[in-house]
């Protein structure tokens, strides 16, 4: 059990945490946190990958504060989403990133429900959001590629779909034109740590 108190000494909250363990009790006193420099939030990349927790930004290799994330399943943008939409226009308008990256995975867990048949049996809001990548998994299978992995392959397709759902965005569209914005499409392999560059 882990309980904890805060107590006010002038005008300071300081915590005090009590873990009681097989009987025993144990106090654990506050520490100073070792402070350091908050770096500016200026970032300069916006990158758009997966939920997949076996990966993420740092695959980039850029330092902390250089990017601004969006994360969707499958990597995934719906255009209907205020979240998604919100989170565009506050990267290209007002952070004013020079690039947005979309960043797909093999091993991906949506395209492998869309690709093996467990769409029809997602969540609705799920399922609504991998409309598009379902379509594309049907397309796959329709013409039934035999040597080339179809996970990776469809991520591909994927990740390029994206990329012109982006450049059909009015106020990406007018940054692009202005020269003040570049889109670029990645995939990140999952086994061997090697970023490859689609578009």
């Known amino acids: 059990m882990l309980y904890s108190t805060i107590y006010f000494l002038s005008n300071n909250p300081i915590i005090h945490t009590s873990i009681i363990h097989m009987g025993q009790q144990f106090q654990l006193l506050p520490e100073s946190p070792p402070y350091i420099a908050i770096p500016p939030h200026e970032p300069h990349v916006m ?3 997966c939920c997949d927790a076996r990966y993420n930004e740092s ?6 504060g250089e990017t601004f994330k969006l994360n969707t399943i499958a990597n995934s943008i719906n255009v209907n989403d205020p ?6 226009e506050y990267a290209v308008l007002y952070l004013n990133v020079k690039k947005i990256t979309i960043v797909g995975h093999n091993d991906c867990g949506g395209i492998k429900a ?5 769409y029809n049996n997602l969540p609705k809001n799920l399922k609504c959001h991998l409309k598009e990548l379902n379509t594309l998994c049907q397309d796959y299978n329709k013409m039934k590629f035999s040597t080339i992995d179809p996970i990776k392959l469809i991520s591909i397709q994927n990740i390029k779909l994206q990329i012109d759902k982006l450049n059909s965005i009015d106020f990406i569209q007018s940054a692009i ?9 990645m995939i990140y392999n999952l086994d061997t740590n090697i970023l490859e560059h689609i578009i």
């Open 47 to 49: 990158y758009i990958g």
């Open 59 to 64: 695959c980039l290799d850029l330092s902390r």
């Open 83 to 88: 979240a998604a939409m919100s989170s565009l």
């Open 114 to 118: 869309c690709l093996y048949n467990d």
């Open 177 to 185: 034109e202005k020269q003040k914005l570049v889109l670029s499409g």
